[in-house]
């Protein structure tokens, strides 16, 4: 089935540092979500962006819809021991009932 | 707030048994999911229903099936279990494209199944 690609697979980063990833396709999106799943659990909404170029917060996590609604990225600032986890992109094709979602993303802090 | 319980955490089940994940839902929602989460493989859906009684096959139906009895609850079902089912199984749920909703899908807690 169709899937998002989304990078990097992995990070291992210190906490305080920033993070960034993203996810591209080769098809054009309506909505774009981020997910994050703390371990053994599933996946919680972090941020939904509805609008090619929307800039949304969510405290230290930003997201944006690319202009070409074929990518969006999630930035992290100076990251948190509680951040652990793994991150998910979704995008949503108008008319669709399903949601397209990326490979995820681990992230990993060291202290 | 959105709940989506799953019905157990954790099982364990021997090969060749029957196994039922039951998933239910109280928002009212049209859209009901079942996906399969393996390591480096992200999320992979296994069926969906969008209406009572209605089903779809998502991208690896192979080995299971789903029943949708009530708008609340939806099962999934392991006719017989083999030891490459092993996997997380996440149920979802949302609105449906009718009611012009967020195309939010929001999701149970997780079921860890072992097949041995």
């Known amino acids: 089935g169709q899937q998002l690609n989304q990078s990097p697979q992995s990070m291992f980063i210190q906490e305080g540092e920033d993070v960034s990833m993203n996810c591209t396709s080769s098809?054009?999106?309506?909505?774009w979500l981020w997910y994050k799943q703390d371990p053994g659990e599933g996946p919680v909404l972090l941020i939904a962006l509805y609008k090619a170029g929307e800039l949304t917060s969510n405290g230290r996590l930003t997201a944006q819809f690319g202009i070409t609604r074929k990518d969006s990225f999630l930035n992290i600032s100076a990251s948190i021991p509680s951040d652990v986890g793994i991150y998910f992109c979704a995008g949503h094709i108008q008319g669709a009932q399903k949601l397209v979602f990326g490979q995820g993303t681990r992230l990993t802090i060291n202290p | 707030d959105v709940k989506v319980t799953q019905s157990s955490r954790y099982l364990v089940k021997r090969t060749g048994e029957k196994v039922f994940l039951e998933c239910v839902q109280d928002m009212d929602h049209e859209n009901m999911f079942w996906y399969r989460q393996d390591p480096g493989l992200g999320l992979r859906l296994i069926y969906f229903s969008y209406d009572v009684k209605m089903k779809e096959k998502g991208d690896i139906p192979e080995g299971y099936s789903v029943s949708r009895e009530k708008k609340e609850r939806f099962s999934l079902i392991l006719e017989s279990a083999s030891t490459n089912q092993t996997s997380m199984y996440l149920c979802?749920?949302?609105?449906?494209?009718?009611?012009?909703?967020?195309?939010?899908?929001?999701f149970g807690a997780g079921t860890r199944l072992s097949v041995l």
């Open positions: 098809s054009i999106f309506n909505t």
């Open positions: 979802a749920s949302s609105f449906g494209i009718q009611k012009a909703a967020k195309n939010i899908q929001y």
